[in-house]
Every structure is written in C-alpha cells, then in structure tokens.
C-alpha cells in the first residue's frame, strides 16, 4: 500500500485546512487509518485515527473539537478536516494505515504498517 498526503500549507491563526491521503491499492477499506503529526525537534505524535468501516474514531486531546478525520472507501481517501487552526498546529502531517478489525482506532505510531511522505502545515499567529 502506497499513501499519498497532500493539502498542506500556510494559513492564519484560526483558519481552516483539509488535508487528504490517498492510498493506492483494492484493499483500502480493510485498513484503518490515522494522521500523525511531527514539529520541528520533537516527537511524532498521534493526532486521529478511524476505523476500517468509518464506524470509529479517535482524537488528540489537543485538535478534539477542532479537527475531524473522516473516509470516503470508494476514492480510497481518508481525509482530516482541520478547523481553527492554532500556531502550535504546525508540524509535517503524515497518514498512516495497518490492517483493521471492526471499530478498532489506533493511537501509537508502532501500530502502523504504512506511512505517507508528509504535508507541511505552518499556522501564522
């Protein structure tokens, strides 16, 4: 599986991005996926995640209420709608997807399989 993120960039403080990722392959809906996030001199960390059939979903403490992950297993898409976006939001995005089961969400980067190259998001205060 090959994953594929784009819709990164610049935006002000309180602005709103959608970032996408697009998987290669027939198997995308036997996959759950998730969006990590890394800033600059630190670690990657968990920002969302859904379950295979999009029954699920999961959240960062710090974007619940401001982002929300969503998938469309038709375009073998999974996307992260991102919605008053604050300076400390900047970092690189990466997608990422293993092998699912059920409702299952998965937070830890170890539970990942794939990963995409990465987005930039750089939020202006």
């Known amino acids: 599986v090959q994953l594929q993120a784009s819709g990164g960039g610049l935006v002000q403080a309180g602005g709103s991005l959608r970032l996408s990722c697009a998987a290669s392959g027939r198997t995308f809906s036997s996959y759950a996926m998730g969006w990590f996030r890394q800033a600059p001199a630190k670690e990657r960390e968990f920002v969302a995640s859904?379950?295979?059939?999009?029954?699920?979903?999961g959240y960062a403490d710090s974007v619940k209420g401001r982002f929300t992950i969503s998938r469309d297993n038709a375009k073998n898409t999974v996307y992260l709608q991102m919605n008053n976006l604050k300076p400390e939001d900047t970092a690189v995005y990466y997608c990422?997807?293993?092998?699912?089961?059920?409702?299952?969400?998965?937070?830890?980067?170890?539970?990942?399989?794939?990963w995409g190259q990465g987005t930039l998001v750089t939020v202006s205060s």
């Open positions: 990422a997807g293993r092998q699912g089961f059920y409702r299952n969400v998965y937070v830890k980067t170890d539970d990942y399989t794939y």
């Open positions: 859904i379950a295979l059939n999009g029954g699920s979903t």
